[in-house]
């Protein structure tokens, strides 16, 4: 993402992309304007006949426009989550007006389960253990009554249709449902977004992506704009076999539900022009590299080439002795690095007894406690020769050398534009490696962010 339309907020960045998807995929915008024109004229509350249409038929279109108007909304704004949610919705909208249009018995049943649903809400206590006073007292009355008027129609409901009707107004899956009405294939998307609406691991999509070359896992706050070209091709598809259907039931309204087609398929003959401007604000949205982390993972390097590893805590400023890790990512470091402590010059060493390393993409756990403090091992005098007070102070583990620039640090971590190297005492130079440093936002803006301690002495792996 550029830095021309940085959001200025976490919850600001629908408002910014609506403006990036209406500049991307101008053709939309006009589409669902005209959806919205026609909507107004085909909602059946003020066109239909009171005589030619039954009220739950009249219910369920009515909640299937107003789901179609959030889709929209979702979609034109990038709210990918929220436009799947919605797109099942619609698919479950479909279904129930597929069942009960024409059906007297079924629209029967689907009105009944209202008063079900009205003992659940004047059972949910939150609201009212929220509120205090004269407030908490209003709204237990307002509950008692809605309980006390649906009572009758609540139990002769259950007697009707039998104890099973307090879990859903139809007997039948929405499995069931789907076949019947040869909607199998738009069953399986249902269940594929069911893994958005319960908060499953495969509902992360658009959430989470592997970059860099490590392929470490970047969590993402914020829109998840992959999900929203599959609810806009489905959710719109759902909502045109709805005023089909609805059409047929209501000879009178034929004309505006051709208005409404029109402008359906409209919408959905612009999709491809959707589709791509997401996926190109979806990819301008990411970080390119991993973003800094509060904890980064340290290598040091003594002058006997003996390594060890650290983690270091930014927020709280220590550093602690770390297991070492047996991954083969992290055997490739520790031998690069190897490689560059033999690359430093004597001057380097001659001021210092290591060399210390941020190693991106390797992920280590701190020793126990009672091995952090332990003293130091043969060949390692110039590590932990003070392992406790290293504790409190990171700079004697991790060096301390060169001219110390804060405010350049910190201008370079804003505008990324963190130097390649720099000069440190006598001839020494940091050692970068390209096809690392990107598995972070980046390992270099990661050292800029920790100049305090971190100096040119300092090698990135």
């Given amino acids: 993402m550029n830095e021309r339309e940085r959001p200025p907020g976490l919850f600001a ?26 909507l107004r004229l085909w909602f059946p509350v003020t066109n239909v006949p009171q005589s030619s249409f039954s009220s ?7 909640l299937a426009c107003n789901d179609l108007s959030d889709l929209c909304f979702d979609l034109l704004s990038g709210r990918g989550r929220s436009a799947a949610r919605t797109m099942r919705s619609l698919f479950e909208h479909l279904l129930t007006i597929l069942d009960i249009a024409g ?7 689907f009105l009944a389960h209202n008063a079900v649903v009205a003992e659940k809400w004047a059972s949910v206590p939150f609201e009212i ?54 909607l199998t294939a738009d069953y399986e998307v249902y269940r594929l977004t069911s893994a958005v609406l319960h908060g499953s691991s495969g509902g992360a999509v658009g959430s989470v992506r592997a970059r860099g070359p490590h392929g470490y ?20 598809t759902y909502f045109r076999m709805i005023v089909e259907r609805l059409s047929l039931l209501w000879p009178s309204t034929q004309a505006r539900a051709a208005a409404m087609l029109a402008a359906l398929d409209g919408a959905l003959a612009v999709w491809p022009e959707y589709r791509q401007a997401i996926l190109n604000l979806d990819e301008q949205w990411w970080a390119t ?32 002795p770390a297991v070492t890790p047996a991954s083969p990512d992290a055997r490739s470091a520790a031998v690069r690095c190897a490689e560059r402590g033999s690359e430093l010059t004597p001057m380097f060493w001659s001021r210092r007894d290591y060399a210390t390393f941020v190693v991106g993409h390797v992920i280590v756990v701190p020793k126990p406690p009672q ?14 020769r003070s392992a406790r007070r290293h504790l409190r102070r990171p700079e004697r583990v ?10 350049e640090d910190a201008r370079r971590l804003r505008t990324g534009r963190c130097q390649r190297g720099g000069t440190g005492s006598g001839s020494t130079r940091a050692h970068l490696d390209e096809t690392t440093t990107s598995t972070s936002l980046t390992t270099r803006q990661s050292t800029a962010a920790a100049g305090q301690v971190i100096r040119r002495d300092v090698g990135l792996v």
């Fill in 13 to 38: 960045a629908p408002f910014v992309l609506s403006q990036d998807i209406a500049a991307a995929a101008p053709r939309v915008e006009t589409a669902f304007e005209v959806i919205e024109d026609a």
């Fill in 56 to 62: 739950a038929e009249h219910l369920a279109s009515t």
């Fill in 103 to 109: 059906d007297q018995t079924e629209g029967a049943r």
């Fill in 129 to 182: 253990d929220a509120l205090t006073g004269t407030a908490q007292k209003k709204e237990k009355q307002r509950l008692r009554k809605l309980a006390r008027d649906t009572a009758n129609a609540r139990a002769t409901a259950i007697a009707t249709y039998g104890e099973g009707f307090r879990l859903g107004w139809t007997s039948k899956s929405v499995k069931a449902r789907a076949q019947q009405h040869g």
């Fill in 217 to 236: 896992p970047v969590h993402r706050l914020g829109v998840a704009l992959q999900l929203c070209p599959l609810a806009y091709l489905r959710g719109l």
């Fill in 289 to 320: 590299t991993r973003p800094i982390s509060s904890l980064l993972t340290v290598l040091t390097l003594n002058r006997s080439g003996f390594s060890s590893w650290w983690l270091w805590g930014l927020d709280a400023q220590e550093v602690v």
């Fill in 371 to 384: 091995a952090s403090s332990r003293m130091a091992a043969p060949g390692e005098s110039g590590v932990r």
């Fill in 398 to 407: 991790l060096g301390q050398q060169g001219r110390v620039r804060p405010a």
